[in-house]
């Protein structure tokens, strides 16, 4: 037997159990004598030092703005349609689109007479997709062509006037509803028109930048009219598709028919544009006005919502704030109509000093990277009716501007501009809208609200 290992292990177990012992109870002596046994409190080298964890709710304010325009074209599906909402008004979202030749080489009678023609339309099936309101409501689009060609080496935007309608010439109306199954519309186009096209000359009809000259596409303009109050749709198109097309039956004088075929084939010769028309009395007496009854967001170029923080320069009196986590929620204000959903996800942006969106880390924004990331939130909550982003290191970053930036938020000095809020148009477009709750100071969290949860370090 070896003596000395078999004393040395002996010896150091009746330490070591001695050592735990007296470790649990001097454990159990302070936590006996703790006055606020609740409190977490880290004790430093100096006696009057100490780390304090509080959690505090504060209330956001908001404020409903026009949405900044959107880019509408070079995108894979386009809007059309009239949308009533009761709550906020009209939608009216536009479409422009040119016609191409689907053959460069055509046999086109040497005096065409032209027998029928048709515009047909191809659509989303409303049963697999994400339309937005009633899609069994009749309404009445108008097309007109259009008096400008479109250039796919710009942009266009929602708000765009660099192309018009030439509203004096009715090519083609369609009145009617949507119906589950369907996807492409058979609508009479104007005989005239067609005739036009067809006794444009061989030339033109060989090449289509030169037939784009002549005839540089169609407007789709829905007529909102129409809806009678009643709440319509908005339907997303598929122009791209070689089933959209402008087909012309024609007779040489013999008897015999033809087709001629015009297509979209480039998905990127389109654009939209919307038109919103406010409600008078919810929508227009709360813009740019700051703690309304209620807060509006719509896509399509529609609102927005800029986020005001509470007054943070409290949290830097007697020392600094470390912040451990900083949640924004936003919850919903009920809505009875089930025609419109909530959106899936919104987005939130640092603000510039002319309200559009800031770069992101741009200056005084730097931490605003939370929102790019799934994991930080903006999604729908249905069990909590809301949206909440964690915007940690955002929170951090004001506060620290306010400790290093003189006079930072006060007059004369740099500005925090807040924060906005809106409904992401994703691809294809969402016409989708949401009304916020308002601020409530006296119950914060039943409103708008920010929870901090962050850790007190006082100055010595």
Known sequence: MNFTKACWKTTF?????????????????????????????LKTTSPAGHFNVKDTILPVFLETEILDSLRTNNLSADIAGSLYDPELGITDAQVFFNIQLQNLVLNVPVTPRVDSAFLYLTYAD???????????????????????????????????????????????????????GDSTLKIPFSKSYAARMLNSGQTALSDNITFQDSFPGIALIPDHTALNGNIGALINLNLSDLRTRVVVFYTDGSGAKDTFTCNVSDAAMRIGAYKHIYDTKNVIPILNKINQSKAYLQALAGLKVKVTLPNLDSFMVNGTTSINQAELVFPEYATPISF??????????????????????????????????PEYGGLWRPTEKSYAFVMTRHIQNVLDRYRITPNYNQPGGLRYEGMNLYIPSDNPLSGRRLILKPTNLKDPKSGPYMHLIYTKIPQH
């Open 340 to 373: 419109f959903p909530e959106p899936t996800q919104l987005l939130l942006y640092p603000r510039s000093i002319d309200g559009t969106n800031e770069t992101l880390n741009a200056n005084y924004n730097q931490g605003f990277i939370d929102q790019t990331f």
């Open 13 to 41: 177990w009746r330490i070591a159990d001695n050592i735990i012992k007296g470790a649990a109870l001097a454990a159990l002596i302070f936590l006996t004598a703790c006055d606020k046994p609740k409190d977490f409190t």
């Open 126 to 180: 409303p049963a697999n997709t994400t339309q937005v309101g009633d899609l069994s409501v009749k309404q009445s689009w108008n097309f007109y062509p259009l008096q400008g060609v479109i250039d796919n080496s710009i942009p266009y935007y929602s708000n765009t006037t660099q192309i018009q309608p030439n509203k004096n010439i009715l090519l083609a109306n369609y009145t009617g509803s949507f119906r589950v």
